[in-house]
């Protein structure tokens, strides 16, 4: 099982980055798929998952309407689309299976429980 994240770099507040992750052997659409990220300090942060229960997209309250997960079954790759990017979201994001994804009660925070993930990719965001 590999994970490889790519697509990180310096960009200005307000811009965007896509991310995107590869994953070899095995097949992404069969199993709880996501993002989570780690500031320096900070302890990680799920940020959007792919559910393998009921196929449903996740988000966490702080990037809702701001970033887009999708996954690519053919090419068994997935994606983060970051728009209207902040300084609050510099941190090394990391693409991972997870064998939980949903809200929790304040329905603003990811519950998810990695499995396997990647060495990550950094997302700087500053002017």
């Known amino acids: 099982v590999k994970l490889v994240e790519s697509g990180g770099g310096l960009v200005q507040p307000g811009g965007s980055l896509k991310l995107s992750c590869a994953a070899s052997?095995?097949?992404?659409?069969?199993?709880?798929v996501g993002w989570f990220r780690q500031a320096p300090g900070k302890e990680r942060e799920g940020v959007s998952c792919?559910?393998?229960?009921?196929?449903?997209?996740y988000y966490a309250g702080s990037v809702k309407g701001r970033f887009t997960i999708s996954r690519d079954n053919a090419k068994n790759t997935l994606d983060l689309q970051m728009d209207s990017l902040k300084p609050e979201d510099t941190a090394v994001y990391y693409c991972?299976?997870?064998?939980?994804?949903?809200?929790?009660?304040?329905?603003?925070?990811?519950?998810?429980?990695?499995?396997?993930w990647g060495q990550g990719t950094q997302v700087t965001v500053s002017s």
């Open positions: 052997g095995f097949t992404l659409d069969y199993v709880g």
């Open positions: 991972t299976t997870t064998f939980d994804c949903r809200h929790q009660s304040d329905r603003a925070t990811l519950l998810m429980e990695y499995d396997y």
């Open positions: 792919i559910s393998a229960s009921d196929g449903l997209t």
